[in-house]
């Protein structure tokens, strides 16, 4: 009969208490794992958003982080916005001329490239157009280049699919400039789908209806991101709603866009009109980036951050730290835990006194005494350990379909998260730590003093 | 088998000097003999079997048993020794609570060479005539079964000396009379020398040889202030 087994009918023996006090570690253990696959989820799905493609975010000076929140996670109070202007400067002389034959506005603009268009060259530039909401989701007025050129994914690889319909586009007969796509969330929370209109409010969930209704025409599949609660609008009907159009200065030159006198589209904004309330830009050569932003930041007129800088900044100074101390607090609640590993046995000893004196009256050595009362914390160890372990991941598990949803992050039953797997032996050094106390009462046992005779 | 040569124990008292309890010059057991010890209370029968057993260490003296000086042995060698070569009984049986009977009488050979034969302690306990409640606790047990149990944990180790600290003072006469044959017979067929304590001379009178602690031991119980 080894010792080990000596221990366990010990902890059978005394079931309500062993039951307690496993459960307690139980408990503290399962909360550390929440914790910590809480962290890994959290940072898994920041990285991941901010993870969208572009390397760089153009918006109006101010906070890099307010720009980042507004334009990547769709989060924050809505910011100033820049002239269409700004926006042009990403492109090459012959297409800011199309942007202003098609709009209307200063000729001068295309005849020369845009100051940044060199550093873009092969990459690309999305301008989004943010304020409005549809109940508690964020309207984005943008154009069909996001859909066609933003990919998404672990490795940034995978295009944008969609669950029902198709993408937006820039005109179409039927809808003319008013389609829109919703984002997987927002479709299932509000129940609308391809063929439904959705009518946008003004400056806050709560604001003022335009009026103006766009007719979804599709719904996208799931990204994890938060594009999956957003409402993607046409820029150009996002434009022409009441109230969007910039009011023309006094002294702007502005040629009227060439129009075909038969040409049934409505007429769009002029460029003076526009705004912009961000540019999402990716660089054909991501070694022009750190040149590029500089070259923005010193304009004076807008500012360039990088989005994965700016999450890394937010996660290193406030959520990371948040994270750690409830890390640190869940550990503590461990090592409470295993305290009461070391007060339930030590508690018990006096009971034990006799039974110690007896297997030492019948050979066992002080050694031997000692390492059941150890083993006795290690059995507590490793069933409320694992115990604790597998409950917080069927709990994980069991919130695994919102939490994808939430975040886009997939957790498996059996998903560990990082320094996971140092959990169960710092547990059993915590337990067996606890359990050197009543151990060593156990070795000190006096064989003729405890023994009746 | 057992020789006692000029043994002293003393105890430290707790306001400082030394009480010495035994003073046994001359004791000697042979193999396979049975012995009783008769003395009264506080006489120094428990503590003289703590001493053969190795669980106190002598002040001065020679204990050897089976040829080996169990005064020059350490504790360990003490321990390794009495799991080898010791059987004992207890007065309040001492079955640990935790265990079924079988499992008491395994543990009386786990600590010496580690075999536990199962075989031999389903025999032990059918000898006892306990086979049918091999898996019952201590607590259901009666108080006479529980010290059958107990013996058949002494005799599971195979002892070459059997220590008996009053077996039968706290069991119904009808069930003392079954646990001393139990003894007795069990020690006579294993050929274990045995040494019971009592303080029964009924209990005693059972044996071909018994011994008085006053005899042996030369610090009167009275005088042990």
Redesign the interface.
Same mark, same amino acid.
């Given at each position: 009969?080894?010792l080990l087994f000596?221990a366990w009918?010990?902890f059978?023996?005394r079931a309500l208490s062993s039951f307690l006090t496993t459960l307690s570690l139980m408990l503290g253990v399962g909360l550390v794992v929440l914790v910590m696959a809480i962290y890994g989820i959290v940072s898994e799905a920041f990285v991941r958003n901010a993870a969208v493609g572009y390397n760089l975010v153009v918006g109006p000076r101010g906070s890099a982080l307010q720009l980042t929140l507004n334009s990547v996670y769709y989060l924050s109070q809505p910011i100033e916005n820049l002239p269409y202007t700004e926006f042009m400067e990403f492109f090459p002389a012959e297409e800011r001329a199309r942007m202003v034959r098609e709009y209307g506005g200063d000729p001068a603009l295309g005849e020369r490239d845009g100051v940044y268009a060199g550093f873009v060259a092969g990459g690309y530039a999305i301008p989004l157009a943010l304020g409005d909401y549809f109940g508690e989701f964020r309207v984005v007025g943008t154009t069909p280049d996001f859909f066609e050129k933003l990919r998404h994914g672990p490795e940034v690889d995978q295009p944008f699919t969609f669950q029902d319909g198709r993408a937006l586009k820039t005109f179409t007969p039927e809808n003319q400039y008013f389609e829109c796509v919703l984002g997987s969330r927002v479709a299932a929370q509000t129940g609308l789908g391809v063929g439904d209109t959705m009518n946008p409010t003004h400056g806050d969930p709560e604001g003022k209806g335009h009026g103006q209704g766009f007719q979804i025409v599709g719904v996208m599949s799931p990204t994890g991101t938060p594009n999956d609660r957003a409402v993607f609008v046409n820029l150009e009907g996002f434009y022409l709603l009441e109230g969007h159009a910039k009011p023309i200065e006094d002294d702007a030159i502005i040629v009227p866009p060439e129009r075909d006198p038969d040409d049934p589209r409505p007429p769009l904004l002029m460029i003076p009109e526009r705004e912009v309330t961000s540019i999402l830009v990716r660089n054909g050569n991501v070694m022009f980036a750190p040149g590029m932003q500089n070259r923005i930041n010193e304009s004076g007129r807008a500012q360039a951050a990088a989005p994965i800088g700016e999450i890394n900044k937010l996660m290193s100074m406030i959520v990371g730290p948040l994270l750690s101390a409830l890390l640190v607090i869940t550990l503590i609640t461990c090592v409470v835990a295993a305290f009461g590993v070391l007060v339930a046995i030590y508690n018990s000893m006096n009971d034990r006194r @006799?039974?110690i004196a007896?297997? @030492?009256?019948?050979?066992?050595?002080?050694?031997?005494v000692t390492w059941v009362i150890l083993f006795e914390s290690l059995i507590i160890a490793i069933i409320g350990g694992a115990a604790g372990w597998l409950l917080a991941h069927i709990a994980i598990y069991g919130a695994g379909t919102f939490i994808e949803q939430q975040t886009g992050v997939q957790v498996g039953l059996f998903s560990v998260s990082q320094f996971e797997w140092l959990l169960l032996p710092f547990v059993i050094l915590l337990s067996l730590l606890a359990g050197i106390v009543p151990a060593m009462a156990a070795y000190r046992t006096d064989?003729?003093s405890n023994?009746?005779? | 088998m057992l020789t006692i040569a000029n043994l002293i124990k003393k105890f430290q008292q707790p306001g400082g000097g030394e009480l010495t309890v035994l003073d046994v010059p001359r004791f000697e057991i042979a193999n396979g003999e049975q012995v009783a010890l008769i003395g009264e209370s506080g006489g120094g029968k428990?503590?003289l079997l703590?001493l053969i057993?190795g669980?106190?260490a002598a002040t001065s003296g020679s204990i050897r048993i089976d040829n080996i000086e169990l005064t020059r042995l350490s504790?360990?060698g003490r321990?390794?020794f009495?799991?080898?070569t010791i059987g004992?009984v207890?007065?309040?049986f001492?079955l640990?609570?935790?265990?079924s009977a079988l499992?008491n009488v395994?543990?009386?050979?786990?600590?010496?060479n580690g075999r536990?034969d199962h075989a031999r302690a389903m025999d032990l306990l059918d000898r006892v005539g306990l086979a049918d409640r091999a898996n019952y606790r201590p607590k259901q047990l009666s108080v006479g079964q529980q010290q059958r149990v107990a013996i058949a944990?002494s005799l599971a180790?195979r002892p070459k000396l059997l220590l008996a600290?009053?077996p039968t003072a706290n069991v119904d006469p009808a069930s003392a009379d079954l646990v001393l044959n139990l003894i007795i017979d069990s020690c006579r067929d294993e050929s274990i020398a045995l040494l019971m304590v009592t303080h029964s001379m009924e209990v005693a009178g059972r044996f071909e040889r018994i011994d008085r602690l006053e005899d042996i031991n030369h610090i009167p119980a009275l005088k042990q202030v």
């Open positions: 009969m080894n000596i009918r010990n059978r023996y @006799r039974d007896v297997m @030492r009256a019948l050979g066992a050595r002080r050694g031997s064989v003729g023994l009746s005779a | 428990t503590t703590h057993a669980m106190l504790e360990q321990d390794r009495r799991a080898a004992y207890f007065q309040t001492n640990l609570p935790a265990f499992e395994k543990l009386g050979m786990s600590f010496g536990v944990r180790g600290d009053e």
